[in-house]
């Protein structure tokens, strides 16, 4: 028997010298990676198919490829020895490594051998050029075991369970945990966008309960005010604007209906599963109501253009639309890409790109109604989305996604790189009025056998707690994302938020609660750790980005925070929730380049103009200033992060903005108000308490005092100056100056 296996051993070894380079490590790889992209059953440029034995044999337009045991007289070989194959668009160098060039002459020269019926995909495996089928992403979830740490953190969360782990490996530590009043400004900005008033910090400074933080938590999430934030991070998501944008910039009626419902769904802790569902077949589901309607207009935000070049090339540019904004919200993929051709990096089919474009072929309407169905069809006075028909006309794969030249038939389905929860679609029921594609595209996308659906939201709700996403590409989890810093921290947290281990759930019903997630992270160490740590210096030699949250990132605050927090310390803040759009104020110089400057924008009235910035109205063509310089959402395609910039008009629109003006003026005859104009110190204590949620210092209250004196010096010249008359000087004004310099602190724009 020992002998009988030295001499198999000795026979493979001789094939395997034989053969010269072993197939399936040298030869498959290579091919795959730098030339079945242009030589495939999909693409035979020149006629040549490489991905299979009879293919390079049969060679190309050209005549044979290669002549079996002599490289050097085979076209193939010559191609790649000369430097001219691959092409050099492919992102690396021309010539191939001399490494490579040596495996493809030894296969060639011992005779080019080729396991029976194998053909090569250029998906079937990740390389350095392209994701395959085995990419992370494209993996099932599999909810991993939580580690157990070799010191106690005192936390019990898994969360910290998993980061802490990976600190051991590094060698870092966790930062200390903030105190309470950081904590308390940190979770109301995160949670509803608006800074804790006075009286709610002196309430929970002095809770002595051991849950007062759960306990806030859960205040908070119970405000409607949650809604009004967290909406408006899925807005950027889904590209949303009340106008069709190009030079007319129309106003999509109604269309504000869906942003209310936005909120609300929020607030209702609608489940993840439902609130996908309703976007994308709200018109489809069994409940349809007036409600799920408007949630369709998620298909119907985007821009629209009522006089293209050629109506028929745009019916498609619109379809594109269509597929990247659900594509890359939902499945964090860039499918749109795949509508001229194979997608570059990621295993994603051109056919892919028409079968999901298939989801909406019998919805698109024509040119008329702003590209969509009117309120009859609809059966509701909303700016929703709805089929023709319960059939579609057949749709074609567009050879180069040129409408002249159809290719195949495609057969409407889902992303052939997730195999194992495919199915095709059915027939719609007896009596419908659609197609029922959509619906079943949702039920697909919320399997609990998806693998991107969980972990893109999940994803999502990390980045806007701390910053930064654990895939800091949270609308792309393909090739060209970031990979996850915690891979099996995402997969525990996407397992979660689809089915919650017992030990964290209340009741029933958690499956898919965003509500639940919030919680669970703003409870764990890593999100209440200070923003400084002890070893700031040291450790960020090694990770000064924070890949691996060993303290709590700085961040400022967007453009619609910053505006609400503004209100909401003057007292201007209108609450009013819901309906139609105010109109804030423009400047005249802002308002330059509208075709009809009085008809295209109508100032509110001042209490309308004090509500919150998700109210304000957002056309494509006119976006206020001060939310621009800010790094206000590019609403013509989907946003997942916005940028965030450090610039000179920031601080200009800070300094010299009438409606900052205005509040500080506003807040300091609140402070009058509240405090009286007699007693300085506690003018400055109130001041200090709306801006910052704390008292001044000894050298703050010094520096305060010492400003009021100057400025009330400064206003009573500027008066007597202008009108020979002496007032004593204006306390208020000189109160309204401070008030603006305590808007322009770092500590009232920055949350720690």
Known sequence: MV????????????????????????????????????????????????????????????????EIGNASGSYLWQRIQ?????????????????????????????????????????????????????????????RPEVPTL?????????????????????????????????????????????????????TILNDSSPDWYAKLIDRLLNSEHYGERWARYWLDVVRFAETSGYERDQLKPNIWKYRDWVINAFNADMPYDRFLTDQLAGDEVSYRDEDSVIATGMIRAGTWNDEPNDPADYLYERLEDMVHTTSSAFLGLTVK?????????????????????????????????????????????????????????PIHLLIKGDRHRPGALIVPGFLSAVPNIDRPLVSPPPGSGTTHRRLQWAQWMTDSGNPLTARVMVNRLWLHHFGQGIVRTPNNFGFKS???????????????????????????????????????????????QVSIHPQQEAIALNDSQNRYWWHCNRRRLDAEALRDSMLAVSGNLNPEMRGSSFYPRMSEEALEGLSRKSGDWKESEPDQRARRSIYLMT?????????????????????????ISTVAPQALVMMNNPFVHHQSQSMARRIFREVGPAGQNRQIDRAWNLAFGRDPNEDELAMARDHLLKQADHFQKTVESRDGVSNGGSPLQAMASLCHVLLNANEFIYLD
Not at 31 to 54: A, F
Not at 483 to 507: C, I, K, Y
């Open 337 to 393: 890409c795949a509508r001229c051709h194979d997608h570059k990096f990621d295993p994603i089919r051109q056919t892919d790109y028409y079968r999901m474009a298939a989801m909406f072929w019998s919805g698109y309407i024509g040119q008329g109604n702003l590209g969509g169905p009117d309120a009859k069809r609809l059966g509701y006075d909303v700016f929703g989305w709805t089929d023709k028909k319960a059939t579609a006309e």
């Open 482 to 528: 970031d990979p996850p810093t915690h891979p099996r921290l995402l997969d525990w947290l996407a397992s979660e938020f689809m089915n919650p281990s017992q030990a964290s759930v209340e009741g029933e019903g958690q499956s898919w609660k965003m509500k639940r997630m919030h919680r669970l992270i703003m409870m764990s160490r890593t999100y209440r």
């Open 619 to 643: 056309r494509r063509s006119r976006i206020l200033p001060m939310m621009t310089a800010y790094d206000f959402a590019d609403t013509t395609r989907p946003c997942g992060q916005r940028n």
């Open 150 to 202: 070799s010191h106690d953190i005192d936390s019990g969360n898994s969360i910290d369970a998993f980061i802490g782990a990976r600190h051991e490996e590094l060698g870092f530590t966790f930062a200390p945990l903030a105190d309470r009043r950081t904590l308390i400004r940190r979770v109301t900005i995160d949670l509803i966008g608006l800074p804790p008033s006075p009286k709610d910090v002196h």
């Open 82 to 142: 000369d430097g001219e194959m691959p092409p050099e668009s492919k992102g690396r160098s021309r010539k191939l490594p001399l490494s490579e060039r040596t495996s493809m002459e030894r296969w060639i020269d011992s005779g080019a051998s080729w396991p029976k019926g194998r053909a090569l995909d250029i998906y079937e495996r990740t390389n350095e050029v392209r994701a395959g089928l085995d990419w992370w992403a494209l993996q099932p979830i599999k």
């Open 3 to 66: 002998y009988l296996l030295l001499a198999i051993c000795l026979i493979t070894g001789w094939n395997s010298l034989a053969n010269g380079s072993d197939f399936e490590k040298e030869i498959a790889p290579l091919l795959i990676r730098n030339c079945l992209e242009c030589h495939s059953p999909v693409k035979t440029e020149g006629g040549l198919d490489l991905s299979s034995r009879e293919g390079i044999l049969r060679g190309g337009k050209s005549g044979t490829v290669i």
